[in-house]
């Protein structure tokens, strides 16, 4: 159970960042590893308790509360305090596929949701975890595990992020056979190039593809189905398929001077900086800040990865609007606990932005009303006005480079249709519950952003594992009902 009262005897701690005026100068990771004395000492602060609250994965008042994959804390927890690290590794690998995924970018409600945070700091969960993964690669305890036996079913996973991974992953220890397909050029989704270096280098995402392909899953890359295989090609030669492809199509705003050379949706701007970083490709003018005036439309994570971009790329400056306001430095009456806590926080861009202009980036209830251009057609003002007040006066922002990041508008369309199955209005598929992920088309099943709607990396691996679950029950009553 930890150490009694460690809770309160003991000061919570976190992996300590890097210096912000020298990591801004590279595109590694800003966090440190914690020693091995500091993080049983924090396993010491977890109680172990009655309910564990940072395992119940649930949503309450529109926001995560704890582990949706419901990670075994307080068991890994005790097992770390004792210094029995394989066996901590053992618990975590139960339910978490990718623990150097959730490690690194998942925002920790389970934290939010501690028991201890109810009256002193919560433990740091997020930390120990990522802990435990690196000593266990580092240990040899991760290697390839295929499946003592294979089935003759094949099923083919659409979209290769985290749902993606994690759906094959599952599929394929059953013993069915897996094929991945991915449209660009390398397998990962968003962890490979919607999500900065920063916060996940990308080798550790080459790492886990391959481990999964020493295991037996198949992964082709450069293959967009619809156009280079058609819908047919996959029924017949498949038993079942899985789409997983994220919720990729980006929201946007609808004003005058939107036509205006450099403005670009968040996602397109991040993707064309990892190019950049992994094969040298260069960066076009929209999408290189270096010595330029960037202004980010949205107040949310990819927003914040934008800020911290933008700078290591050598930017003049960088603002970013927010259309909510400044949340507060204590939870407020209508978000208590377990809720994830709705409170102020200066995250790893912002640190970066104050260290190098002297002030945090972030403006708040700023609605964009219109960009203005020079001769050429590229932007070089923003006017904007208040959500807050209409009486508010309008103002002027000088910018070079606009970046679009308030959030997505759920799949794409085009392979969807192509399966025949319909969306909701907010780009989710319709009739894929949370039972059977099966669409309304036989056979075809959904997980990930694509079924859900853009959320956490935790809530795509839950989702995936769960598809394929739900597609292994699937193909035994398939297979019962020709038997009958």
Known sequence: MGQLMGFLNIEKKNQKERDPRKRIGDWNEYREAMPEKEVREQAARCMDCGTPYCQIGTVLNKGTSGCPIHNLIPEWN????????REAYDRLAKTNNFP???????PAPCEGSCTAGFVSDPVSIKSIERSIIDRAFAEGWVVPKPPLRRTDKKIAVIGSGPAGMACADQLNKIGHNVTVFERSDRAGGLLMYG??????????????????????????????IGKDITEEEIRKD??????????????????EGRDLEGISPAMEYLTASNRHLLYGEPLKPD????????????????GEDCVATAIRQGCKSVVQFGKHGRLPENRSESNPWPE??????????YEEAEELFGTDPREYYVETKKFTGDASGHVRSLLTGSFKSEAEEEKKWDADLVLIAIGFQGAEDRLFEDFGIEKDPSGRV?????????TSSEGVFAAGDARRGATLIVWAIEEGRKAA??????LDRKLSLLQN
């Open 195 to 224: 999500i900065p270096s920063m916060k996940i280098e990308k080798d550790v995402v080459d790492r886990r593809v391959h481990l999964l392909e020493a295991e037996g899953v198949v992964f082709k890359t450069g293959v967009d």
């Open 100 to 106: 150097e995924f959730t490690s690194k970018a998942c």
């Open 469 to 474: 679950a739900a597609v292994d029950l699937y």
């Open 238 to 255: 498949f038993d079942a398929v899985v789409l997983c492809t994220g919720a990729g199509k980006h929201r946007d705003v609808s004003i």
């Open 340 to 349: 994830n806590p709705h409170v102020f926080s200066v995250d790893y861009a």
């Open 287 to 302: 999408f290189d800040a270096k010595g330029k005036r960037v202004i980010v439309i949205g107040g949310g994570d990819t």
């Open 78 to 85: 005790d097992l770390v305090y004792r210094g029995l690290w």
């Open 430 to 438: 319709i009739q894929a519950d949370d039972r059977s992920y099966q």
